[in-house]
Antibody, heavy 114, light 107 residues
Framework: QVQLVQSGAEVKKPGASVKVSCKVS????????MHWVRQAPGKGLEWMGG????????VYAQRFQGRVTMTEDTSTDTAYMELSSLRSEDTAVYYC???????WGQGTLVTVSS | SYELTQPSSVSVSPGQTARITCSGD??????VRWFQQKPGQAPVLVIY???ERPSGIPERFSGSSSGTTVTLTISGAQVEDEADYYC??????????FGGGTKLTVL
């Protein structure tokens, strides 16, 4: 049974970066294709990027290109999502999820405020 | 870019059949996933590959596809099915997209 545990809430100032972690248990990270999705307050789901097993590469949503980096540490089975140049509109709950988004983390609230 | 269009809301009485549609050109050649999200909770995958149901999802949830429109059907909707529902698919460049979401009211 795969479980994902994400890091805690963050408060950042505009222009800063945030790095959210997602710890995998029950499987090894290399067996999974990880995705990241965010949800602004009162809004819908927005896919940020994820691993494409057909190409063996991470694909990013066009609107986040150049601002987001998704990495993995297979030694600790932990995935990371770093978002830079934060602005107030980036205030959201950030979720990690496994292949096909079958299993989700609990979400990490990132608040961007001066 | 491409888009998936869902109705903003659907309302049914308990025991009735709820149908939520999702439309988009990409759906003619790509699979759809459906997610259920209740307030304050992470989403849950209820349908993948248009019609497949993950383990643990009740049989009253089903999916169907016709051309550029897919439908999530909840047969005999229950009060606990009240939630937001999102469709999602994948473009040729492997990027995913979500529909805007549909608020299902069961009362």
């Amino acid at each position: 049974q795969v479980q994902l545990v994400q890091s805690g809430a963050e408060v950042k100032k505009p222009g800063a970066s945030v790095k959210v972690s997602c710890k995998v248990s029950g499987y090894t990270l290399s067996q999974l294709s990880m995705h990241w999705v965010r949800q602004a307050p009162g809004k819908g789901l927005e896919w940020m990027g994820g691993f494409d097993p057909e190409d063996g590469e991470t694909v990013y949503a066009q609107r986040f290109q150049g601002r987001v980096t998704m990495t993995e540490d297979t030694s600790t089975d932990t995935a990371y999502m770093e978002l830079s140049s934060l602005r107030s509109e980036d205030t959201a709950v950030y979720y990690c999820g496994t292949t096909e988004l079958l299993v989700w983390g609990q979400g990490t609230l990132v608040t961007v405020s001066s | 870019s491409y888009e998936l269009t869902q109705p903003s809301s659907v309302s049914v009485s308990p025991g009735q059949t709820a149908r939520i549609t999702c439309s988009g050109d990409v759906l003619a050649k790509k699979y759809v996933r459906w997610f259920q999200q209740k307030p304050g909770q992470a989403p849950v995958l209820v349908i993948y590959k248009d019609t497949e149901r993950p383990s643990g999802i009740p049989e009253r949830f089903s999916g169907s596809s016709s051309g550029t429109t897919v439908t999530l059907t909840i047969s005999g909707a229950q009060v606990e099915d009240e939630a937001d529902y999102y469709c999602s698919s994948t473009a040729d460049n492997a990027a995913w997209v979500f529909g805007g979401g549909t608020k299902l009211t069961v009362l």
